[in-house]
Each structure stands twice: as structure tokens, then as C-alpha cells.
């Protein structure tokens, strides 16, 4: 019995099989939180809201046994929202600097090596592409999982992998097929 | 896959391994999970709350037929009135106006005279597959079907007891038995049993069957009650037996058994009055009669299509003629009463259905005593006002026409069947909301008197409306049938019954300008 409650996961109010799931499933989220934000607190407090949101409906998920995958869409949905109002609050800010004359803050990732011009280079794709990178090449989905957790086609994520490939190339000037 | 893609993942994963580790849930995340699933269960029941509410009301709004379907009995009211009692009924219920005719007065005590008024079912009263004749009082044959409901009203004579209610009354289904010998099939079971007065005549109502039909509820609370004025001329004026009017009828032997009624009746038409000289029934010792007139009749058609007069005449009175409008006469036999009538002498005889008639009472010398009028033509198929039914019968043939009371809700059928037997009858046409019944047919024939049925037919038919007259013919006769006798149907056809002393022949219906619209053989 047991064995099959952490099969389907999460299965009623048991506090036990909660504390499994979060363990079970949190790890990979907190690092895919990471890979698309560069933040380690960030990525926890995604991981953190993601698991909450996918647990809090978790009766009603069509399938129970999809909850990696309802969960990394959550965390990629996380993370989108988070850059977006990230990209707002710079553009903001550097609104702000050039009213005021002043000197606009570093935008670098923080805890991110830049010397590797690889890491640079992800570093600096849309946010999307990166997304669409991480989940392709770091989480080793099919483009059809990529394409689920990104809410897009097929074809769009596939683009959207492909498109972010020819800018590292360009942007490391590696020719490397 | 390419080198680009290996330095990709061996970057990323190099990156992830910097990821915070994840050794335990924190303490928030259990209380928020809880929280979150609450609220999305209370979110997910509000919204099928909601959606079934919707549908609710949407199935509703979009069906609002099925929800009334049980009220389908309001479509559409009638209100009529019979002796001063108006009601108001569904129009597919059967009203129908009753009057002394329907009541066995012999079998009443006088303490407990009463006037039927009206009877209204929700179900056809005349039904001769299902051998249903039913017909308050005591007019009752068959049984009231499943879902049958019948009310019957009437007046009771004598005087109004002290405490009496006054209408309205509530109707209270009670289901108790009727009373012996009083309303309508006494001693059957009975969901209303009530009495009162309006307009200082007293009431008796019995629902029998089904009283909680709310229809039959709302017809009796429906009545109202205009005088005590009977409005159809011949009804009985309720009041005590020994009120000042009094009627003996006599119907002798070659009609039927002789019969002799005593009940209080005012007919002003014929002129009765009292002269103070009591006659006495000797079994029945409440029946008392004088009139001063020397001749009384009373007038019936029971329904074989005669018209039959008979009554009293006074001890003046040397013989009794009847004069044919034609010039022609008869004399009236008159037949002896038991001593106690003093000296009143009953007679019982046919008029001739196609002639005007009038009865001459003759004196001692000679002289006219009283003359009354004993009616003119009458039609071949008549209808009793009682609502049933004509019967002839024509080469083995069988018919009946049955109808409602004219001034009521109407309905006509025409019965057919091969022989006497009433179980293979059936419909052969109808009609609904017929002005007079009565005028159903006027013919020059009379196709009821004895012995004729084997050599004469009588012709039912449907032609296209806007016919002006139809034309029987055949073996030498010919008879036109006058479009005062038609009835026209709600389906642009026009239903005619004729007799003529045929046993086949040729039916026209013509238009006004004498071309001929329909044809057709019978016999």
C-alpha cells in the first residue's frame, strides 16, 4: 500500500507521504529553478510555491502520475513570471538612473562564474530559449515534454531550441556539429 | 550529438550541482499544502454548485411545459349556467344540465325532494363500449373509469334548516360515504358530501372518484348562484310537497308500464292551478294534486324518437282529441285513476313527429274545455336535453346518437354497430361545441314509429361545408334535408343525419346555386 501512495504520490492528508513527495520531487525543481533564474534563494522559493500549487490540486490532476511533469511546467512557469517582472523592475530602474543622471546597476547573474564565455552565453538568451535549453539538454526532455512544459507547440519549442543553439554558436564562435 | 550540445549539459550540470540541496520539507510547505487543497476543493464544489444551478434554472427556462404539465387541465375554461347555477369548468370536461327528467321522483320521499342541477365529470358520461351511462342521480350504468371525477349538484326542497352554511363553502375532500338515499349513487364512496344555501335555495353537492383532481376543486368553488328562479322553463319549483302547485303524469300501457308521478311542478304555460281539492295516492299518501284545468300534460321523449304527451284531465272533461296541424284528428283514449284522484282520468299518446298538434279537451256538450298545445315538428333524431341518445336502426343496423344538453359543453358522436350489441359499436363521427343538438336534423320522415326500422334508413354522413341542402333519394321517395339540421365540424366538413323510407338510395349535397357538391350511394 504503501508503495503504491508513493507510486501515484501524494494521496490524502497523510503527512508522511507529503514529507516523501516533497523530497522525492523538490531536488529537481529547486535545480531547475536555479538553472533558469541564477538565484539559489530564488530557486528554492519557486520550488518551494511550484510544489505547493501542484500538491494544493493534486486530487484533481487528471493524471497523478504526472507529477514531475505538472510540476516542472509549474516551476518554468515560475520562473517565466518571475523575469518578466524581473525585466519590468530593470527597466524601471533604468528609467530611473537616466532621469537622475546616475549609473545603472549591474544586470550580471550573481553567482555565476562569467568568465566561461558558455556560461555567459546562456546566461545572456532570452529567457525562453534558455528555457527551452535547460529543459532540452540539462533535464533531457523530448521536444514534445519541452514543448508541454514551455505551453507551446512542438515546432515552437523545437524553434525555440534551435534558434538559442545558433546564438551560442555565433556567440562563442564554435562550429562544432 | 554535437560537442556544443556536451559542453551545454556538462555546463549545466556543472551549475546545478551549486542548486541548494533539498534534505526535508520545510515546516511551510505542509500547512500551505493544506491550505491550498482546501481551497481549491471549496472552489471546485462552489463552481459544480453553481453549474448544477444553472442547469437547473436553464432546463427550466427552456421547459417550462414540463413543469406545468401537471396543471395541463388549465387550458382553457367554459363557464355555463343551468337553473341559475353558473360554474366554470375545463372545456374538455363534460357538463351536463339535468332537470327532473333524469330523477326517478317516485322512489323520493317528499321531505327529501330534490332538483337535480348539473352534472360535471372529466370524463365522457356516455360511453357505449365501455357500457357507461352515467347520468346523476340514478341514470347510472357502467362504472367512472380510473381518474373518473364526478360532481353532482342539486336543490333540495323544504325548508332550509336552521345553521345551514351559506356559499362559498370550502371543499373539503374527505372521503366519506354518501348519505342513503340522497346525491348521486348513493352509498358509493364519495370525496366530498356538502351542503349550503345560496339565495334561499338549499344545495347538495357529492364529488364521487377522484376529488383531489384540483380542477374539480376549482369548479365548485367556481359557482355562483343568481336567484332561484329556475332558468329553463319546466324545471320544478323547489319548496315544500304540499306548495300550491301540483302536476299528475300518467303514462299508459301501450308506452311502457303505467306510471303515475306526483311532484311539485310549475308550468305556467299550462295554465295550473290548485282548487283546494286534495287527491290522495293510496300508497304513497304524499302525493296530492288538483288541478283546475281539465287537461295537463307533460311532455317526454325517452329517447325512441316519439314525442309523447300525457298528463291528467279533470273530471269535465268527455273526451280528449288531438288536432293535427293538417286538418286531421284522433281521439285520446283516457284511462281511469284509483279513486283517490277524484275523479282525474290520466291519457298517454303519440304526436306525430312532422306535424304540429294540439290537444282539445271537449265537454259534455260538445264545447272546447281547453286547448293546449302539444308541440309541432319535431326532428327524426332527437336528443333528449339530458344528453342521451337516439336510436334507429336500419337493415340490422344500429345507431345512437348520443350528445351533450344544448346550452352546455356539447359533444355529439354517432355510434354504429352491426347489431343491438353496444360492445362492437363504434364512432363514426363527432363533433364538439354544437349550438343545439337538438337541431341536429329536421326531416319530413319519421324513421322511429313501429315497424318501420326494416324499410327505412337513416343516412349519416359528412359533406363539404358550404353545402346548402342534401337530398336523400331512393325507391321512389326523396327527402331534403334542411341546413338548419347541420352541424358543422371544425374540419371543413359539415355532419348531417337523415332518415327516408328507403332501404338505399342516393345522398346530393348541394351548394346555394343548386350544383351539386358531394354524392354518394347508401344502403
Same mark, same amino acid.
Request: with cysteine; aromatic share 8%; proline share 4%.
Given at each position: 500500500m504503501k508503495e503504491r501512495e508513493q507510486d501515484t504520490g501524494f494521496d490524502g492528508p497523510r503527512s508522511g507521504s507529503l514529507e516523501d513527495l516533497y523530497v522525492r520531487h523538490a531536488p529537481d525543481a529547486v535545480r531547475l529553478a536555479f538553472l533558469l533564474t541564477r538565484d539559489a534563494a530564488l530557486s528554492e522559493d519557486i520550488a518551494q510555491e511550484a510544489f505547493i500549487r501542484v500538491a494544493g490540486r493534486f486530487r484533481h490532476l487528471r493524471s497523478t502520475g504526472a507529477f514531475d511533469a505538472y510540476l516542472r511546467r509549474t516551476v518554468v512557469n515560475l520562473c517565466m513570471s518571475h523575469h518578466r517582472h524581473e525585466k519590468v523592475a530593470r527597466t524601471y530602474v533604468r528609467r530611473e538612473v537616466e532621469r537622475t543622471g546616475g549609473r545603472e546597476p549591474s544586470t550580471a547573474p550573481p553567482?555565476?562564474?562569467?568568465?566561461d564565455e558558455l556560461r555567459a552565453a546562456l546566461g545572456a538568451l532570452p529567457d525562453r530559449q534558455r528555457a527551452a535549453v535547460v529543459l532540452r539538454?540539462? =533535464?533531457?526532455?523530448s521536444e514534445q515534454d519541452v514543448a508541454d512544459a514551455l505551453h507551446c507547440s512542438v515546432t515552437a519549442a523545437r524553434s525555440l531550441v534551435f534558434r538559442a543553439m545558433e546564438t551560442l554558436r555565433s556567440t562563442i564562435g564554435g562550429e562544432d556539429r | 550529438m554535437t560537442d556544443l550540445e556536451q559542453r551545454i549539459r556538462q555546463v549545466l550540470s556543472d551549475d546545478a550541482q551549486q542548486a541548494p540541496r533539498v534534505e526535508r520539507a520545510p515546516e511551510t510547505v505542509r500547512p500551505r499544502v493544506r491550505q491550498r487543497q482546501t481551497f481549491t476543493g471549496l472552489v471546485a464544489g462552489l463552481t459544480l454548485l453553481v453549474v448544477s444551478v444553472a442547469s437547473v434554472a436553464a432546463i427550466r427556462a427552456l421547459a417550462p411545459s414540463a413543469r406545468t404539465q401537471p396543471a395541463q387541465r388549465t387550458t382553457s375554461v367554459r363557464t355555463s349556467t343551468i337553473q341559475g347555477v353558473s360554474i366554470t369548468y375545463p372545456t374538455d370536461w363534460y357538463l351536463v344540465a339535468l332537470d327532473q327528467t333524469t330523477s326517478d321522483w317516485a322512489d323520493r320521499q317528499p321531505h327529501s325532494a330534490f332538483r337535480p342541477v348539473l352534472q360535471l365529470t372529466n370524463f365522457d358520461p356516455v360511453d357505449v363500449q365501455a357500457g357507461r351511462n352515467w347520468f346523476c342521480p340514478v341514470d347510472l350504468g357502467g362504472s367512472i373509469p380510473d381518474g373518473g371525477s364526478v360532481m353532482y349538484v342539486e336543490a333540495i326542497g323544504g325548508p332550509i334548516a336552521e345553521g345551514a352554511p351559506s356559499w362559498p363553502v370550502p371543499f373539503p375532500a374527505t372521503g366519506g360515504n354518501v348519505r342513503?338515499?340522497?346525491?348521486? =349513487?348513493?352509498g358509493v364512496d364519495a370525496g366530498l358530501d356538502t351542503r349550503w344555501t345560496a339565495d334561499g335555495i338549499a344545495y347538495h353537492a357529492v364529488v364521487l372518484g377522484d376529488a383531489n383532481d384540483p380542477a374539480i376543486g376549482a369548479a365548485f368553488g367556481s359557482m355562483t348562484f343568481s336567484g332561484g328562479t329556475p332558468a329553463v322553463p319546466g324545471n320544478v319549483d323547489v319548496g315544500p310537497i304540499e306548495g300550491p302547485a301540483y302536476v299528475v303524469d300518467s303514462m299508459r300501457g301501450d308506452l311502457g308500464p303505467v306510471n303515475l308521478l306526483a311532484q311539485q311542478q310549475r308550468r305556467p304555460a299550462l295554465g295550473l292551478e290548485t282548487a283546494g281539492m286534495p287527491v290522495t295516492w293510496?300508497?304513497?299518501?304524499w302525493s296530492r294534486l288538483t288541478p283546475s284545468q281539465p287537461v295537463a300534460t307533460y311532455f317526454g321523449n325517452e329517447g325512441v324518437g316519439t314525442n309523447e304527451v300525457f298528463g291528467p284531465v279533470g273530471p269535465s272533461v268527455e273526451r280528449l282529441e288531438l288536432w293535427l296541424d293538417d286538418g286531421r284528428s284522433r281521439p285520446v283514449p283516457l284511462d281511469a285513476l284509483p279513486p283517490s284522484f277524484r275523479g282525474l282520468r290520466a291519457f298517454a299518446t303519440r304526436t306525430p313527429s312532422d306535424l304540429g298538434s294540439t290537444l282539445v279537451a271537449l265537454g259534455e256538450d260538445g264545447s272546447v274545455l281547453a286547448a293546449v298545445d302539444a308541440g309541432g315538428a319535431s326532428p327524426d333524431v332527437a336528443i333528449r336535453d339530458t344528453g342521451i341518445s337516439s336510436r334507429t336502426a336500419a337493415d340490422g343496423s344500429t345507431w345512437w346518437v348520443t350528445a351533450a344538453p344544448h346550452g352546455t359543453a356539447l359533444q355529439l358522436r354517432i355510434w354504429s354497430a352491426p347489431?343491438?350489441?353496444? =360492445?362492437t359499436a363504434s364512432v363514426v363521427a363527432s363533433a364538439t361545441g354544437i349550438p343545439d343538438p337538438s337541431r341536429l336534423v329536421a326531416l319530413s320522415v319519421d324513421p322511429f314509429a313501429p315497424g318501420a326500422a326494416a324499410s327505412r334508413s337513416v343516412v349519416v354522413g359528412l359533406v363539404p361545408d358550404g353545402s346548402a341542402s342534401i337530398e336523400l333519394a331512393g325507391q321512389g321517395r326523396r327527402v331534403d334535408l334542411s341546413p338548419e339540421g347541420f352541424v358543422h365540424l371544425s374540419v371543413g366538413r359539415t355532419l348531417f343525419v337523415g332518415a327516408i323510407d328507403a332501404t338505399s338510395g342516393t345522398v346530393r349535397a348541394f351548394d346555394p346555386n343548386g350544383s351539386v357538391l358531394a354524392e354518394d350511394r347508401f344502403g
Open positions: 553567482d555565476v562564474e562569467t568568465s539538454f540539462y =533535464a533531457d526532455l | 342513503s338515499g340522497g346525491g348521486c =349513487a348513493a293510496e300508497q304513497e299518501p347489431s343491438d350489441a353496444a =360492445a
